[in-house]
């Protein structure tokens, strides 16, 4: 294997984009890496497009993509990992660059979710489990799957509804200066958030991301021709990679994603770091947000803290900038919006001009100092994780961030 | 409750269409504006329905038990893991010997919540509670808990599984009761 990195990010606007078609969206986001990287269409050797689908028209998504976007007849395929198939893109075109079959190869990441009535998209996501024993038979919902989860962690570790809450504050924070937000321009209080209504007990619409339409490019290179390309490569130095069960019911515990902690467990192991109090190796990450439980139970599968400590990181603010280690600077998927094929592409575009320092405003750009990064991304409820690592270093192990 | 299911579901559809036929007498295209009408948009004019059949054959067993009012888990006759749901294979034992045990119904919750945002096909249905609860057994079970006070419900509280029709559809599946009622 040789080393891959990134040269090239594309970021559409997230958020009901009805004035765009799939094509058109994808080609934003294509269009951006394309210019970035400085390279041509005919550069790019293999693309790989993320879409879940099924609430949008086109069953064929990556041809479709290809053709707008000038990218055949290079090859490609259509994946899926549920809310975490932007991640399962990245991975799918880092192992074809990194394996040695392609140089330079892009993932994308674009999902189309108002092309349906919002009915059939809650419909739709209610089925993402076991279909036939949890949704058929029980009419479990995504917020429904999520809220079994936040029960069992608010009785086991005495958390409120207003420590959620304030996940939802701080992400609102970050995403109302995010321009490419589904939400910029818009904070809320932790008294908005806990007036707002139950979807399913005890999350509320405010504890909930949204329904969104969005894309994102990344361009991947091989290690000999990174700086030939640019200055300032950005390394995919560790995925891991895990399932859980398609049963909930199947699980032994509901107050972290097991899938979510052994991907963590490989991408730390690759890159020689133990999994516990890992906040001291990454300047800033990128955490799966779908509802504020995700964040908490983040913070905990992937050893920032202990189990049961993630609800202190957030009463004392220690995930914003400037803390122990900022998350989500971008909003997160609570207010950048949730594009599930193009979340995960979205996180390395953010982790990638996050370590370029290259984030504007800079209020929401972290304080680099190791140079390294973190994307944590779930599909389902812990049905599939990935975590990502990036690194302005080729070579060698973490270093622990400074004392401030 | 009023309509059912079928009647809403019909509902909103008749009107989606209703609207289209409208647009397209008038203007000769089915476009218009989006919700918020701010986008053009061309409302498909070719309709596709998904009702799945899904293959029970090998786990029929589990759905002749309802009709006695028994709940059945597998269990394998080499490794003695409980399955439920059931399952024919043993995936770890690589074979498909199992036997059909009773479950004994009684179990602990794990958690729980109530859906207030419903799908379209349960819109039906008054707000209900889906739990996940520790059988004696030693696996879980999810299934909706049917309680006369929803604020009483409790992390930890002791229930019993038993069958139970669904209705309005008529059905048998299985629910969870407390165990002190
Ligand atoms: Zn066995």
Known sequence: ?404 | MGMSVEARYEEFWRQSIKQLNEVVKATGLPIAPDEKGQYNLWYDVRELRLRFSISVERIKRFFEGLKEGKIYATRCRRCGRYYFPPQIDCPYCKTSDMDWVEISGEGELLTYTMINTKPLTYSHYPDYIVAIARMREGFNVLAWLRVNDPEKVRVGMKVKLQVTRREPEGYLTYEFVPAEQ
């Open chain 1, 1 to 404: 294997m040789r080393g891959v990195a990134i040269v090239g990010v594309g970021h559409a606007k997230f958020g009901r984009r009805t004035d765009v078609n799939l094509g058109e969206l994808a080609w934003e986001a294509v269009k951006e890496a394309l210019e970035d990287a400085r390279l041509d269409q005919k550069d790019i050797q293999y693309f790989v497009v993320g879409n879940v689908g099924g609430w949008s028209a086109e069953p064929l998504p990556a041809v479709v993509i290809g053709e707008y976007c000038g990218l055949n007849p290079k090859g490609t395929m259509r994946v899926e990992a549920a809310c975490a198939t932007g991640s399962a893109a990245l991975y799918n075109a880092y192992l074809a660059v990194a394996s040695g079959m392609a140089d330079i190869a892009m993932a994308i990441g674009v999902e189309k979710m108002y092309e349906s009535p919002t009915p059939t998209v809650v419909e739709f996501i209610g089925r993402a489990g076991n279909y036939f024993w949890e949704f058929e038979n029980f009419g479990l919902t995504f917020p429904g799957y999520y809220a079994l989860y936040m029960t069992a962690y608010m009785n086991r570790f005495r958390a409120t509804e207003e420590d959620f809450c304030r996940v939802a504050v701080k992400n609102h924070y970050y995403g109302s200066m995010n321009p490419k937000a589904q939400f910029y321009g818009l904070r809320i209080t932790v008294d908005q958030c806990l007036k707002s209504r139950y979807v399913a007990w005890p999350i509320k619409l405010y504890d909930s991301s949204p329904i969104t339409d969005g894309a994102a490019a990344v361009i991947l290179v091989s290690e000999e021709l990174a700086r030939k390309i640019t200055d300032t490569p950005v390394w995919i130095r560790s995925v891991g990679v895990a399932t859980g069960t398609a049963n909930l019911s199947r699980r032994s515990d509901f107050i972290g994603l097991d899938a979510a902690y052994q991907a963590a467990e490989q991408a730390f192991k690759r890159v020689g770091i133990e999994h516990r109090d890992t906040w001291r190796y990454f300047d800033v990450a990128d955490v799966h947000d779908c509802f504020t439980i995700a964040e908490v139970m983040a913070y905990e599968d992937l050893g920032f803290v202990e189990r049961g400590m993630g609800i202190q990181l957030v009463r004392n603010e220690q995930t914003y900038k400037g803390g122990l280690i900022p998350v989500n600077l971008d909003g997160g998927l609570k207010a950048k919006g949730h594009p599930i094929g193009a979340t995960g592409v979205s996180m390395a575009v953010e982790m990638t001009k996050q370590l370029r320092q290259s984030v504007e405003p800079r209020d929401r750009q972290a304080d680099i100092h190791v140079g390294w990064a973190l994307a944590h991304n779930v599909g389902g409820t812990g049905h599939y994780a990935y975590v990502t690592l990036y690194s302005l270093d080729k070579d060698g192990s973490p270093k622990v961030k400074p004392k401030r």
